[in-house]
């Protein structure tokens, strides 16, 4: 894994015009060229190490929302960003997350399934009753990793892609992912700043599965979890710390009591 210097991102994979890359909370995917983003950084990274003149093309298929951190996958020509396009558009993409939300979860595992839709003027979604207009089914599926004292570790496996739909079906629960204000979070999370768009949430993109899309083979990428997780109440969530130190693919966390 390498990262960009200075520039706050880490590369996961790289492998010709695929690539995917850690994102850090607190950061748009995209935004206008005044306003800082991981495709602004990418792009600069590129141009740099690579000592490319011009403009860099940079697609992006599948976007992470700004408090959000984890893996996002990016592509450097245009038939490779429309294959993984295709990939997500299709549902074929295995999108799983790591999440902390306030409170205990009951059950060890489920599914959540309600209706949800974007407020209108709003940077945000609420659920809604079956039938309301542009009401959209959004489907997930959850496992509880371990208990804490202030919250639950969650495994969260996406079956549809919503506009903020992890956080507002926890939030729905009476379950805020931590930090997020946003939805009703009252505990903290993440770097502290005065500026609100920059801070972070307790939701983490740990991995995303699909197939290269020049080769066709399968790819499997996990993103380590950033440092906030671990500095998070350290005595209470000890062994999320002592877990998060593995390495990729190697973390086995267990329930706790």
């Excluded at 490779?80 to 409170?103: D, N, P, S």
Aim: proline residues 7%; charged residues 30%.
């Amino acid at each position: 894994m390498n990262e960009g210097p200075n520039l706050g991102f880490e590369i996961l994979h790289e492998e010709g015009p695929c690539w995917v890359i850690n994102k850090p909370g607190g950061l748009l995917t995209q935004a206008p060229p005044h306003i800082d983003s991981v495709e602004k950084r990418v792009k600069a990274f590129i141009k740099e190490r690579d000592n490319k003149p011009g403009r860099v093309y940079l697609g992006v298929p599948h976007r992470i929302d700004r408090p959000v951190s984890g893996a996002l996958v990016l592509a450097r020509h245009v038939r490779a960003a429309r294959r993984i396009c295709e990939q997500f558009a299709g549902r074929i993409v295995e999108k799983k997350y790591w999440a902390l939300v306030e409170g205990r979860i009951a059950e060890d595992e489920g599914v959540w399934r309600d209706y949800v839709r974007k407020v209108p003027n709003e940077a945000r979604a609420e659920v809604v009753a079956e039938g309301e207009q542009n009401a959209r089914e959004a489907v997930l599926k959850f496992k509880v990793v371990q208990h804490f004292e202030q919250a639950t570790w969650l495994e969260i496996e996406l079956e549809t892609g919503r506009m903020h739909q992890i956080r507002i079906q926890s939030a729905a629960r009476g379950r805020p992912i931590l930090g997020d204000s946003q939805y009703g979070a009252t505990t903290p999370f993440g770097p502290t700043t005065d500026d609100r768009r920059a801070r972070w949430i307790g939701l983490h993109a740990r991995s995303l599965a699909f197939r290269h899309p020049m080769t066709r083979e399968p790819l499997h990428v996990e993103a380590p979890l950033p440092r906030y997780w671990q500095d998070f109440n350290a005595e209470c969530f000890g062994g999320l710390q002592a877990a998060a130190t593995e390495q990729p693919g190697e973390i086995a966390p267990t329930k706790g009591a």
